[in-house]
């Protein structure tokens, strides 16, 4: 297709069923796809795993999905907040405590590796993160060089919400300073890659060297302005 906007949020995340997995946007409050993930939560789906830096940023978003009970098994670096002031997992520590909610613990550099693995095509690969420590019981390990590896796998998703600050009709997209995070990696490794964006603009006038994810990876686009629902 080639105009990929979507005419509302409900268009948008159209079709995503129960089991599906999703990988999300975002790293703090930067760049995190909330609006997709509201509109989610109206669908019903659940049984989800869910891909994403922390495990719930504030009240709004990932936290409404995992307060509803719609995830399943969660898949981050961080499911606790270092800063007491913002218990960005409020919502995680209390499934996780009560056993309704799996977490799969990933260092952030072979989080974002897993990622580019599963968007590049790359197999399994090593790297020393890990080696010796809880995060790689189960886990191949081998010594290189005198080094010990962990084998970690791609990381595959079904769905990928983004959030970025402009889009064409084709779906090129251009985010703003640290909103781009791991957008451009989700959005290779996902089947279906859904974003956000502040303003669709016409075809043409997005700079090419200013397109940081390029649309053949991009099959939706759904403007959301600031302070719209």
């Given amino acids: 297709m080639l105009n990929k906007v979507m005419p509302s949020l409900p268009a948008a995340v159209a079709g995503i069923g129960d089991g599906a997995t999703l990988l999300i946007g975002g790293f703090g409050p930067s760049g995190v796809p909330t609006e997709l993930l509201r509109a989610l939560l109206d669908t019903g789906a659940r049984e989800l795993t869910i891909v994403n830096n922390n495990a719930g940023n504030g009240e709004a978003g990932l936290s409404e999905l995992i307060r509803a009970g719609r995830v399943r098994k969660m898949i981050c670096s ?3 907040s270092s800063n007491p002031r913002k218990p960005n997992a409020e919502a995680f520590g209390e499934w996780y405590r009560a056993g309704k909610i799996e977490l799969e613990v990933v260092p952030q550099g072979t989080l974002a590796e897993r990622l580019r693995a599963a968007g590049a095509g790359v197999g399994p690969f090593y790297t020393p ?24 796998h791609p990381l595959h998703g ?8 402009r889009a064409d009709g084709h779906g090129n ?17 996902s089947r279906l890659a859904v974003a956000q964006v502040d303003e669709v603009v016409p075809l043409g006038s997005l700079p090419p060297e200013h397109v940081m994810t390029p649309g053949i990876f991009v099959q939706r686009v ?8």
């Fill in 78 to 80: 961080f499911a606790r």
């Fill in 129 to 152: 993160t890990a080696y010796g420590t809880r995060l790689a019981e189960g886990k191949e390990a081998r010594e290189f060089g005198g080094r010990g590896y962990v084998l970690e």
């Fill in 158 to 165: 079904d769905v990928a919400f983004v959030c970025a600050h």
């Fill in 173 to 189: 997209l251009m985010y703003r300073y640290a909103s781009r995070n791991f957008g451009p990696v989700m959005c290779m490794a």
């Fill in 222 to 229: 759904v403007e959301v302005r600031r302070g719209r629902a």
